[in-house]
């Protein structure tokens, strides 16, 4: 399993650092990520928890789903705040995106680990949503570092207002799904609130229209898929 931390040091090692060994070193992180070989720095908010009440087969498959547009959820956030700090030469900035990204591995796991509970299984398009997301996080990166920094403010507040909507979709009988979601959403509320203390510009209302119709694409898609 890897365990992830920031891969590129200070700003001193991160110049010296060839712009082909960067890419080998995310190519290498995408693979982890992607094949589940990655393990969280935190214990599974769900694992004293017993399922007490049996979910019904069609219970089951709902909560699956739902988990797994979670699961694609933080794929995309992986990637995204990878590709931010990919681009970003200030250290402090850099080092925040890192930080982001390694505690959405343990909102990752949790999700897989929920899956595999519910006998279902993440999206087979989860490649497809990597890559797109690291572009986006590099795009955002050239927008400036309040913007770059506003983009993320923006998306964990729309990933929190998602993570609320499936708290009321999931059944209450479901503690050990509600556990894992309700501590993303801590965890979400926190990460934006980090990026706006260190300088977050408000995106554009039309900035945040396209970022709500791209997740509910997304959403849409990797539900059944």
Not at 208 to 225: D, Q, V
């Amino acid at each position: 399993m890897q365990t992830f931390s920031n891969n590129y040091g200070d700003n001193i090692n991160f110049r010296k650092i060839s712009i082909f060994d960067r890419i080998i070193s995310e190519i290498e992180s995408s693979l982890s990520i992607l094949s589940g070989k990655v393990e969280s720095n935190r214990s599974n908010p769900s694992i004293n928890i017993s399922d007490k009440y049996l979910l019904s087969d069609e219970e089951k498959l709902f909560i699956s789903k739902l988990m797994r547009i979670n699961h694609v959820g933080e794929i995309c956030a992986q990637a995204l705040y990878r590709g931010q700090a990919f681009a970003c030469k200030d250290k402090v900035i850099r080092d925040l995106f890192i930080e982001a990204s390694i505690e959405e591995i343990d909102h990752l796991v949790w999700c897989s680990q929920r899956i595999m509970e519910l006998d279902g299984r993440t999206s087979v398009l989860s490649p497809f949503w990597y890559v797109g997301s690291f572009f986006l996080g590099l795009m955002a990166n050239f927008q400036g570092p309040s913007i770059n920094l506003g983009f993320m403010s923006e998306t964990e507040k729309q990933v929190e207002i998602h993570l609320e909507e499936h708290l009321n979709l999931i059944p209450y009988t479901d503690s050990k799904s509600r556990a894992i979601i309700m501590q993303m959403q801590k965890d979400e509320m926190h990460h934006k609130e980090v990026a706006d203390r260190a300088g977050a510009d408000e995106l554009s209302n039309v900035s945040k229209a396209i970022m709500r119709i791209m997740a509910r694409f997304m959403k849409e898609i990797t539900y059944w898929l």
